[in-house]
């Protein structure tokens, strides 16, 4: 059964703690995204990888770091110098042929 | 930078009323997807167009793309409960990194 798996589905976490949201997928695809959506918003990208071991910004990366040391896998850490972290995160992927992308579940972080 | 922009923000309509949401963007498109999101979920992606004038229909949605590459829009005919959420139009920037609409949620009242 293929796709994109995001754990956990809620977080919660106190201000000041930095925390990590999972992004794994086995479609074998090359190129791996996060978004961040707030309520009545729509997605605005954090950070994109078109291959393993490398990223580039998006256009809200402050407060945000990722790694791609696997193909499979993306994650993504929330650092406390991000200001207003509370939101719905996504991951999506796509592959070479087309730039469909594919969208995990998402992970809705509270911070407190 | 480029923007990509969509109207309404929220539409709300009786079943079996149509609806139409039009995306513009400030830069000309080599082509454009279409995302659905309902509530409390995930995108999910509709349909792509890539030549100018494009029109391409599925069921009772119709997508269409502009002459100039620059606007979009997707019709939906006689809306069931079904077509409740939000809809995404978005632009490519560079290769595989696409720029997402605002989106228009819809509300459809039974």
């Known amino acids: 059964d293929g796709g994109i798996t995001q754990s956990p589905k809620y977080l919660f976490r106190k201000e000041g703690q930095n925390v990590t949201l999972s992004c794994e997928q086995n479609?074998?695809?090359?190129?791996m995204y996060w978004y961040r959506q707030d309520p009545g918003q729509g997605l605005r990208l954090i950070y994109y990888?078109?291959?393993?071991?490398?990223?580039q910004k998006g256009d809200i990366a402050e407060g945000y770091s990722v790694s791609r040391e696997k193909k499979e896998s993306f994650p993504l850490t929330v650092t406390s110098a991000q200001k207003n972290p509370t939101a719905f995160y996504l991951c999506?992927?796509?592959?070479?042929?087309?730039?469909?992308?594919?969208f995990g579940p998402g992970t809705r972080l509270t911070v407190t | 930078g480029q923007q990509v922009m969509q109207i309404p923000q929220y539409q709300h309509v009786q079943e079996g009323e149509d609806f139409t949401t039009y995306c513009n963007s400030s830069?000309?498109?080599?082509?454009i997807q279409w995302y659905k999101q309902r509530p409390g979920g995930h995108p999910v992606f509709l349909i792509q167009?890539?030549?100018?004038?494009e029109v391409k229909k599925q069921k009772r949605l119709t997508f269409q793309f502009g002459e100039a590459k620059k606007n979009s829009s997707l019709h939906i005919t006689a809306t069931q409960t079904t077509d409740v959420g939000t809809y995404f139009c978005a632009g490519p920037v560079t290769g595989n990194q696409f720029y997402f609409g605002t989106g228009t949620s819809l509300t459809v009242i039974p």
């Open positions: 830069t000309t498109l080599s082509n």
């Open positions: 167009l890539v030549k100018s004038g």
């Open positions: 479609l074998n695809h090359d190129a």
């Open positions: 990888s078109q291959i393993v071991n490398d990223f």
């Open positions: 999506a992927s796509s592959g070479d042929r087309t730039n469909e992308q594919y």
